[in-house]
């Protein structure tokens, strides 16, 4: 039996088909969930429909701008009436502009910090409030984070701090809701080239130094972050809550790397 059979899963942040959250949503499906994807605008709307479509006819797709209560609320009626119950929140939400990226940290404006947690951050802790009451059962909430939220990356910046953020909140979430067996998690995915990592400056390079010292010298590849978010959803990460799981070919274990040799 798939690892997902019989369990609805609501997708987050889906873009195109290059995001974490595509490649989430296709294992996902590959799993025997049902699963059910947003998109934030009217503008979105056509290109989350399709992204949809190529994963399975049997996705759903809502509409959710999560920096609206009222869009959460309909998000979770919907939901509510449809299935019943949510077994997996995924949360693959960020945002910073693009100016607050480009410029040292100390020069963001104060504008830019409240938006970047607003999306980035905050946007999980409305998510799970609005999820809480269609999880009676217990269940599997995670997000998507990165190594910039406990150390300075270059041109990381303000989303940085809002991914440190962002981990404080699974704790946090954790506590809270462990009691009725919700289990909250992060995974720390190495860079990606996502359309959103191309908005961070040097991008390219970031790719080259992670690959050239990473254990297993490569870069991620989006699958394994996939599997890892079947794995946080599934019966086998019963025992798993309040954790950033990373996801990165190892880099996080190095230091400083004297030899870029095989």
Not at 206 to 213: E, F, K, P
Not at 228 to 253: K, M, P
Request: charged fraction near 20%.
């Amino acid at each position: 039996m798939a690892l997902l059979t019989g369990k609805t899963a609501l997708i987050l942040g889906v873009a195109n088909k290059w995001s974490l959250a595509y490649a989430i949503a296709q294992a996902y499906v590959r799993e025997g969930a049902q699963v059910v994807l947003t998109y934030q605008s009217d503008r979105l709307k056509l290109t989350v429909e399709e992204l949809g479509k190529e994963i399975s006819p049997d996705v759903l797709v809502l509409a959710c701008d999560v920096t609206v209560p009222e869009q959460l609320d309909a998000l979770a009626a919907t939901l509510k009436e449809k299935f019943g119950t949510v077994d997996t929140v995924v949360h693959s939400i960020a945002f910073a502009n693009r100016e607050d990226l480009s410029r040292p940290y100390v020069q963001t404006s104060r504008d830019g910090y409240l938006l970047a947690q607003e999306v980035s951050s905050y946007s999980l802790v409305a998510v799970s409030r609005a999820m809480l009451p269609l999880m009676p059962n217990g269940g599997s909430i995670m997000t998507l984070s990165y190594l910039g939220a406990v150390r300075v990356v270059e041109n990381y910046n303000v989303m940085g701090v809002a991914k440190a953020a962002l981990e404080a909140s699974v704790r946090y979430l954790a506590s809270d809701l462990g009691a009725q067996n919700i289990r909250v998690n992060a995974i720390s995915a190495g860079p990606v080239k996502t359309t959103s990592a191309r908005g961070i400056k040097d991008f390219s390079k970031v790719l080259d130094g992670v690959s050239a010292v990473a254990p297993l010298r490569r870069n991620t590849d989006p699958a394994e972050v996939a599997d890892t978010a079947v794995f946080l959803g599934s019966n086998l990460g019963r025992g798993i809550t309040g954790n950033v799981i990373y996801v990165d070919a190892g880099f996080q274990v190095m230091a400083l790397a004297l030899s870029q040799g095989s």
